[in-house]
């Protein structure tokens, strides 16, 4: 099992940054990839941007040049720092971890960029 526990979400506005962390604990061996899916209201949960073990690094078109996400390993902690936020940045963010029979996902945090 795979505990993860996010943080760093909240109230931003327009072009402004926040930083999110995933915290990971348990079977943390057993993971290979870790990253942060998003879901909107009423909208599908999509892919943000997710990385390897390797540092091998993944993002959707929509966040490339404005999010970077990494990862320590020493900490088992993935983040996601965001810049240039906009306001359909608004959603709930969920971290999520892959093993090689399983997917683990944290609670999500909430993102709001209003004025």
């Known amino acids: 099992q795979v505990q993860l526990v996010e943080s760093g979400g909240g109230l931003v506005q327009p072009g402004g940054s926040l930083r999110l962390s995933c915290a990971a604990s348990g079977s943390i061996f057993s993971i290979y990839s870790m990253g942060w899916y998003w879901q909107a209201p009423g909208k599908q949960r999509e892919l943000v941007a997710t990385?390897?073990?390797?540092?091998?690094?993944k993002y959707a078109d929509s966040v490339k040049g404005r999010f970077t996400i990494s990862r320590d390993n020493a900490k088992n902690t993935v983040y996601l720092q965001m810049n240039s936020l906009k306001p359909e940045d608004t959603a709930v963010y969920y971290c999520?971890?892959?093993?090689?029979?399983?997917?683990?996902w944290g609670q999500g945090t909430q993102v709001t960029v209003s004025s």
């Open positions: 999520i971890a892959r093993s090689a029979n399983r997917v683990y």
């Open positions: 990385v390897t073990g390797g540092s091998s690094t």
